[in-house]
């Protein structure tokens, strides 16, 4: 770790992928090598070589609820909402506590609202309009579980659920939780 600090400090990031690479393989259950590499791939937009890298990392261990969900980041950042849904419920399989899996599932489903929204019918006249509220709206009640679940899980790191719960409570009409929503988020 320190020798891959080192070489990214120096600006030596050749030597610091190879040696990010060297820690994965020496060090298979220290997430920073593996979270590093990956994180170096989705800032260079390298969405391909990271899923080689992590459906290698997979293939030694098929289980690990940290891989699963970064092949399911990845598809999310990739615009591949469906597969990165199922990596995201495979990751909670392996691991069914783990609060950023339950978290990025509500984000997920609020992205897919976002893009629909933006095609949807916006003409109340409109009769294809309940009906595209109709589905904008399954989004959001798909998201409310998940970000709930985030927050049982994490109730002291708002980061997971703050926001999300914020947009699901607006859109699906929850006054008295949005209200509660709304109030922690205008105390900070």
């Known amino acids: 770790e320190f020798m891959a600090q080192a070489h990214k ?8 992928i190879e040696t990010l690479k060297r ?17 170096y791939y ?8 990271a899923l080689e890298f992590a459906n290698g990392m997979l293939a030694k261990s098929p289980g690990n609820y ?24 495979r990751s909670i399989q392996a691991n069914p506590d783990y609060a950023e899996a339950y978290s990025n599932i509500g984000l997920v489903y609020c992205l ?20 595209d509220q109709a589905h904008l709206k399954s989004f959001y ?14 109730p002291n790191n708002p980061t997971l659920w703050l926001n999300g719960l914020h ?4 859109n699906l ?9 709304d109030a922690m988020i205008n105390s900070k």
Request: glycine share 4%; net charge negative.
């Open 66 to 89: 940290y891989y699963l969900f970064i092949k399911g980041f990845l598809y999310q950042r990739m615009d591949r909402y469906n597969d990165a849904l199922a990596y995201y419920r």
């Open 23 to 39: 820690g994965v393989e020496k060090h298979p259950q220290d997430d920073y090598f593996f979270a590093n590499l990956i994180d």
């Open 42 to 49: 989705g800032s260079h937009n390298n969405y391909e070589e």
């Open 141 to 154: 009640e798909k998201a409310l579980p998940n970000y709930e679940k985030a927050r049982e899980l994490r």
């Open 112 to 131: 897919q609202a976002q893009e629909f929204s933006q095609e949807a019918v916006t003409d109340i006249k409109d009769p294809r309009y309940p009906v």
């Open 173 to 181: 009409n929850m006054g008295e939780q949005f209200n509660e929503i």
């Open 9 to 16: 400090q120096r600006g030596d990031t050749t030597s610091w």
């Open 167 to 170: 947009r699901v409570y607006y």
